[in-house]
């Protein structure tokens, strides 16, 4: 085996031992540059920080200074978020003190909503003869 071999094979191991050492948060929902509906599913995870054994987790939306954190080594949240394109930032703590930061960029879309048409219906005593035209505004009703 020559030189190089020995430093290829060398540098490998040192890369996955070091891999391990220092992993951080893994994000596995939403990926990067995914696009999704409001609320949104956030699953990470993360077993070691800076080589330090991780205790807690958090996350926050883009320059918000308002963390939400969970004991543990692993996030399953359903987050709300305004239309629009955002970063998610997902924190883990070690038990040292260290701290690792993983983010992923986002775009939130709005679900497309069907009209919907409603026939004989009645709304607190307006009765359903006659005819009236009803808008909906915020889930607020109205007689015209």
Known sequence: ????????????????????AFAGVTISSPGNGA??????????????????????????????????TVEGTSIEASVAASAG???VHVMAWGAKGASCVTDVAITVDLPAVAPV?????????????????????????YRW
Do not use: W
């Open 85 to 87: 394109e955002h970063t």
């Open 35 to 68: 696009q999704v509906y409001s609320p949104f599913t956030l699953s990470a995870d993360a077993t070691k920080c800076s080589s330090q054994r991780v205790t807690s987790m958090g996350y926050s939306l883009d320059s918000s200074t308002q963390t939400t």
């Open 117 to 141: 048409l409603l026939t004989n219906f009645e709304i607190d005593g307006l009765g359903s003869e006659g005819s009236a035209t009803v808008y909906l505004d915020d889930l607020t009703v």
């Open 1 to 20: 085996m020559n030189l190089i071999e020995k430093l290829s094979i060398g540098l490998s191991a040192l890369a996955v031992l070091t891999g391990t």
